[in-house]
């Protein structure tokens, strides 16, 4: 097992992993199936950004993407670099726990989905994508034990009575002209199994069979296979699985689809010289972070009306320059600007800046002026090495608005439960339980933050 923190640490490249740079190339040139590889991601570049080849050393390290690979029989972890610590030697105990809140985050998250946060993780070892095996297996088996998806569907068939429409130019062409008149073709509406949301599922569901190595993952998996045996065969794709949508009666198929959606945008495997045990689930940290404050925002913090990426205001009267808060906040008394950073700052006593970029600052001026508000809020992730509440209060005067104030803070979200890392796992623990205590002191923060602004 390898573990890489975003652009922190190096390690010698295995030579047993003959070929990795070319399976991550021909990943990043397939990233369009994902909203998140999209994003700024720089689509003229063929090269891939998900690790960074040294040649010269001969080594390996990590850029901005979290999550897994399955490559030549190993596993590399690539982590968050709020979690580095150079004097520490993670154990797999602890990528466990810090796997475990990636998928705290993913909780909360809008564009990549992680439905059942009241789940338990499973016994699968802490490995982050054997979790969301186990956690998408175990509970679509469970679903289709008491209720496979039917689905009304146009279909034609030949039978002895009329049912539906009968397709008269079929029926002369085919069936009277060759002397079987007493069948008759017909098109009607048939509630089906083999419909196209089932066979997302088996497709889902047949390569995360391919890639599991957890013996009661591959289980389920081959029980969800063998109640589908019906459905057929068909390769899927994200976009189809979001144009899919249920009567609030088959609510409980939702997340089964939005545990489809999850893999189908965020996972890639490659039939590299026969091996399709190579894998990669990856996901842009920045991205992460951004979707994650709003989701909890959302849904913790009912009070404040939160926008994400409000995009009806440019900076120009041209309109050619388009600007997108991370959040617009409406209280029942202001409205403010609120900026996720995925960046360290504050670990530098030194710097008189704390770490926060001056572009930072430029851009939220920007958002002041144009949006017409007084209040700028920076959030920035806390790290595991940090253990004092750090913040930041800037005043800018606006010199041609007769020196009004803006008023810019900076502050660190505690999305890290300290505690965790050195825990035992206990598979029999829900997610919800394991980050209780981390839910109310960050809703605590946030409100802390936002709140003397609605007083």
């Known amino acids: 097992m390898i573990n890489l923190f975003e652009y922190q640490n190096k390690v010698p490249r295995p030579t047993t992993m003959e070929g990795l740079e070319a399976f991550l190339d021909r990943i990043w040139n397939n990233r369009e199936r994902s909203d998140y590889f999209i994003s ?3 689509l003229a570049i ?7 080849f040294i040649h010269k050393s001969d080594e390996i390290k990590s850029n901005k993407y979290v999550g897994v690979i399955h490559f030549g029989g190993r596993t590399i972890n690539l982590l968050p670099k709020i979690f580095f610590d150079s004097e520490r030697n ?15 985050w993913l909780s909360y998250c809008r564009k990549t989905k992680f439905p059942s946060y009241n789940s338990q993780l499973g016994n699968t070892s802490g490995d982050f994508f054997e979790v969301l095996i186990y956690q998408f297996s175990k509970y679509t088996r469970e679903l289709l034990n008491s209720s496979v998806y039917r689905q009304y569907q146009e279909v034609s068939n030949e039978l002895p009575y009329i049912k539906g429409r009968l397709d008269t130019n079929t029926y002369i062409n085919e069936n009277i002209s060759t002397g079987r008149w007493h069948k008759l073709s017909c098109t009607y509406d048939a509630f089906v199994v083999d419909n196209k949301f089932n066979r997302i599922i088996k497709d889902v569901t047949k390569m995360l069979f391919n890639v599991t190595m957890v013996q009661e993952n591959k289980k389920y998996l081959r029980e969800i296979l063998f109640m589908l045996d019906e459905v057929g065969d068909e390769t899927s794709t994200a976009e189809q699985c979001m144009n899919i949508f249920f009567n609030p009666m088959l609510a409980e198929f939702e997340v089964v689809r939005d ?3 999850l893999f189908l945008s965020g996972s890639i495997s490659y039939d590299y010289k026969n091996d399709m045990k190579l894998f990669a689930f990856l996901i842009p940290m920045e991205y992460l972070f951004e979707d994650f404050v709003f989701g909890f925002i959302n849904k913790e913090l009912p009070d404040l009306k939160a926008k994400s990426q409000r995009s009806d205001t440019y900076l120009d009267e041209e309109r050619d320059f388009n600007l997108r808060p991370d959040l617009y906040i409406e209280t029942p008394t ?27 600052l430029y851009q939220m001026l920007a958002y002041a002026v144009r949006f017409n508000v007084d209040e700028i809020i920076l959030f920035y992730p806390n790290t595991v090495s940090q253990d004092q509440e750090n913040k930041t209060s800037l005043i800018i005067k606006d010199a041609l608005a007769d020196d009004k104030e803006i008023s810019i803070k900076a502050f660190q979200l505690p999305i890290i439960n300290r505690d965790l890392l050195n825990s035992p796992i206990n598979e029999r623990t829900h997610l919800r339980e394991l980050f209780e205590s981390t839910k109310q002191e960050l809703k605590k923060k946030i409100e802390g933050i936002l709140m003397p602004l609605v007083d």
């Open 40 to 42: 700024g991601s720089g």
């Open 259 to 261: 545990y489809c959606i």
């Open 334 to 360: 202001n409205s403010l600007i609120a900026d996720t950073k995925y960046k360290i700052v504050y670990s530098d006593e030194s710097d008189p800046k704390k770490g926060i970029k001056q572009g930072d």
């Open 90 to 104: 993670y154990s797999k105990k602890e990528v466990a726990q810090i796997h475990y809140h990636i998928l705290w």
């Open 46 to 52: 063929e090269a891939q950004r998900f690790i960074q």
